[in-house]
C-alpha cells in the first residue's frame, strides 16, 4: 500500500505506530533521529514521513526543512502531544502537510489518517500532473511559433539573397554576386548558431574549460551582434538596412573588462551569454539619441562576475517580471524570445545568479555571477 517513515523521540511509541500501520496492510519504517530519517528517505524514498515535533536531534520542523529541500513533493506530517496554534501554524507554512495531534485515540485513528494524507497527496500530485502536461502542450506549441518565426526569417534571407544572383546575366558584377553568396552563407551559419543556442539551454552538461581572456570575447560578440541585427533586418526590413547600420555605428561601445586576468572557463557559454545580452543590449538603444553600452568585468577568487548596461528604452516591471521566461520576449513580440532564458540556464549550469535591474526609458543592467 506504501512506504510510511515514523520519526519519533521515543522507541516505544516509534515502534507502537509503525505496528499500527502495518497492521493496516502499510510497510513501516521508524527511527529516532533526523540524521537517520534523511538517511532513509535517501534510501527507501517512503510515500509519506510522519515526524514527531521533538525527535532525538532537534525539531521535527529542522527536519521538514531538510526533507522540503531533499525532496520537494514528498509529503510530511508533523505529530505532537502538544496544541500549539503556533508551532502548527509555523509547520504548515513550512509546507508540512499536517499537523497531527496525539491523542488517546491516536494509534487507532493512525492508519486512516495515514489514508487521507495519502488520497490527499495523490489527488494533489494528479492536478499537478494535468497542470504540467497543460503547460509542456503550450510550451511545445509556444516553441513551434517561435521556430516557425525566426527559420523562416534566416531561410528567407539565405533564399532573398541567392535569388540576387543571376547567373544568366554575365554582366553581373562578380564581386556583387560574392558579396550576395557570402550574404546567404551567413544567414545559414546563424541558424546553425541558433540550433546550438537550444542545444545549450537543454543539454546538462557543460563543455570542456580553457583558458579564456574575457575581453576578447566580449569584442568578437560585439562584432557578431552588429552582424546579427544587420541580417535579421535586411530579411524583415531590407529598406531600413542602411539607416540600421548608421544607428549602430553611432552607438558607444565600452568594453571595460580588459583588465580581467585570463580565466579558466567554458568559452562557448560565455560566447553565447555575452551575445545574448549584448544583442538585448544593442537592440534597446538602436533609437536613442546618445546609446551607450558598456560592459564590466570582475574577478573575486573563483566567481566572475559580468555586468552589461545600456541607456536604451528599458523594461516595466511587469515586463521585467517574465524577462527570463522561455521563449518570453521583452520587445512584445509573440515567438522571437530566447536570450535571457538562454542566458539564465547557461548561468544556472555554472553554478551562478542572473540579476536584472530596469527602469522604462532610463536603460538596463544585467550582472551574471557564476563559478570558474
Known sequence: ??????????????????????????????????????????????????????????????????????????????????????????????????????????????????????????????????????????????????????????????????????????????????????????????????????????????GEAERTVVSEVVDEAWETVKSKIVTITQSQYPERVEEIKAQIEKVVFLNSARRLPPVNMVRTDLDSILEALLQNALEAVLAGSDPRVLVLGEKDGERLEITVRDNGRGMSENVLKHAVEPLFSTKGEVGVGLSLSLVSSLVVRHGGELSLHSTPGAGTTVKVTFSL
Not at 503547460?135 to 517561435?146: D, T
Not at 534566416?154 to 540576387?164: H, K, P, R, T
Request: charged share 25%; aromatic share 4%.
Open 1 to 206: 500500500m506504501g512506504l510510511i517513515l515514523i520519526v519519533e523521540d521515543s522507541l516505544a511509541m516509534a515502534e507502537a505506530s509503525s505496528r499500527a500501520l502495518q497492521a493496516a496492510g502499510y510497510e513501516a519504517v521508524s527511527c529516532l533521529t533526523a540524521g537517520e530519517a534523511v538517511s532513509i528517505c535517501q534510501e527507501r524514498k517512503p510515500d509519506l514521513v510522519i515526524t514527531e515535533y521533538y525527535v532525538g536531534d532537534g525539531s521535527g520542523l529542522t527536519l521538514l526543512e531538510k526533507l522540503t529541500r531533499l525532496e520537494p513533493s514528498l509529503p510530511v506530517a508533523v505529530a505532537t502531544g502538544c496544541g500549539n496554534e503556533e508551532a502548527a501554524a509555523q509547520a504548515l507554512t513550512m509546507g508540512a502537510q499536517a499537523w497531527l495531534i496525539k491523542t488517546e485515540d491516536y494509534l487507532q485513528e493512525l492508519p486512516a489518517k495515514v489514508d487521507r494524507l495519502l488520497a490527499d497527496q495523490a489527488e494533489r500530485r494528479a492536478l499537478y500532473e494535468k497542470k504540467h502536461s497543460k503547460r509542456r502542450l503550450e510550451a511545445q506549441n509556444e516553441l513551434a511559433e517561435w521556430l516557425a518565426h525566426n527559420f523562416k526569417n534566416i531561410l528567407a534571407a539565405s533564399i532573398g539573397y541567392l535569388n540576387l544572383i543571376n547567373l544568366k546575366n554575365p554582366d553581373q558584377d562578380r564581386a556583387k554576386q560574392e558579396e550576395y553568396l557570402n550574404e546567404s552563407r551567413q544567414a545559414q551559419e546563424s541558424g546553425i548558431h541558433l540550433l546550438e543556442q537550444l542545444i545549450r539551454m537543454t543539454d546538462g552538461q557543460a
